[in-house]
Antibody, heavy 120, light 107 residues
């Protein structure tokens, strides 16, 4: 059974940093692209970033480019999102999502999410 | 960036009725469109991928159609558990984008 478990969310001040983690199990982690998708309170879904299988390429939404960095440790089956220079607009539930394949960027499994709140 | 416009924003129907949800892309995404269902307090769930393929475990009452810029998700006969918010998502052109969602509510 595929499982994705996010952690690392919390309350952070504007301008601060936070690192999210997503521990994966139940599939060959290294073979799949992984993404972060966020959802602001009461709003819709926004794709944030993707990393290809085996740590190849990465891509980011314009709203986070230059501030967020996605990475993965295939030996630990773990996905990361380093978030810097956070603003109130980054407040959201952050979901880890498994791509359906190496290059098939729709999401067949999702974690339960971790809440990031940016506030002073 | 591809803008996905979902309509209507809210659909008020009764159990047993047919639901037809629309997703229109600002330019062609070929057949690279997926649909998700999200219930309150839960993560989204993949229903349909590549426009018309049901994901694993998804009931046959859910079907998808379309290509290019116009897509439709149809729920043939609404069950009580189908009342939720539905999102479309395209993977045809970077960046990946989602539609704003359609809420299917009980009439």
């Amino acid at each position: 059974e595929v499982q994705l478990l996010e952690s690392g969310g919390g309350l952070v001040q504007p301008g601060g940093s936070l690192r999210l983690s997503c521990a994966a199990s139940g599939f060959l982690f290294s073979s799949y692209a992984m993404s972060w998708v966020r959802q602001a309170p009461g709003k819709g879904l926004e794709w944030v970033s993707v990393i290809s299988g085996s740590g190849g390429g990465t891509n980011y939404a314009d709203s986070v480019k230059g501030r967020f960095t996605i990475s993965r440790d295939d030996s630990k089956s773990t996905l990361y999102l380093q978030m810097n220079s956070l603003t109130a607009e980054d407040t959201a539930i952050y979901y880890c999502a498994k791509g359906a394949g190496a290059t098939r960027h729709h999401f067949d499994h999702w974690g339960q999410g971790t809440l990031v709140t940016v506030s002073s | 960036e591809i803008v996905l416009t979902q309509s209507p924003a809210t659909l008020s129907l009764s159990p047993g009725e047919r639901a037809t949800l629309s997703c229109r892309a600002s330019q062609s995404v070929s057949s690279y469109l997926a649909w998700y269902q999200q219930k309150p307090g839960q993560a989204p769930r993949l229903l349909i991928y590549d426009a018309s393929n049901r994901a694993t475990g998804i009931p046959a009452r859910f079907s998808g159609s379309g290509s290019g810029t116009d897509f439709t998700l149809t729920i043939s006969s609404l069950e009580p558990e189908d009342f939720a918010v539905y999102y479309c998502q395209q993977r045809g052109i970077w960046p990946l984008t989602f539609g704003g969602g359609t809420k299917v509510e009980i009439k």
